[in-house]
């Protein structure tokens, strides 16, 4: 069984930084293609950051480009999430999602693009 688990979350100040981190358990890591996605309350999921299986090619949301950089480790089996000059609007339940697939140059900023999914990790950016 393939699982996402994500870590890295936590409370910090405006303008502060937090790295995530995403370890696929079960699976080959570098054949899936990855993304973080995030909820706030009362909001529907959205999407933040994609990367293919490379790690060459990269999408963002608009709300978080400049600010957040998606990144991969192919040996270490690990997904980053780089987020600077958090903002309070920034605060939501962060999830990392995986898909199992042949290509190796395509992302996607779709949820339903992607099979696997973890339990989250709960960012909270103070004003």
């Known amino acids: 069984q393939v699982q996402p688990i994500e870590s890295g979350g936590g409370l910090v100040q405006a303008g502060g930084s937090l790295r995530l981190s995403c370890a696929l358990s079960?699976?080959?890591?570098?054949?899936?293609?990855l993304g973080w996605f995030r909820q706030a309350p009362g909001k529907e999921r959205e999407f933040v950051a994609a990367?293919?299986?490379?790690?060459?090619?990269?999408s963002y949301a608009d709300s978080v480009k400049g600010r957040f950089t998606i990144s991969r480790d192919n040996a270490k089996n690990t997904l980053y999430l780089q987020m600077n000059s958090l903002e309070p609007e920034d605060t939501a339940r962060y999830f990392c999602?995986?898909?199992?697939?042949?290509?190796?140059?395509?992302?996607?900023?779709?949820?339903?693009?992607?099979?696997?999914w973890g339990q989250g990790t709960q960012v909270t950016v103070s004003s």
């Open positions: 990367i293919n299986r490379r790690g060459a090619t990269t």
């Open positions: 079960g699976g080959t890591f570098s054949t899936y293609r």
């Open positions: 999602a995986a898909r199992q697939t042949p290509n190796y140059d395509r992302t996607s900023s779709a949820a339903k693009d992607y099979d696997y």
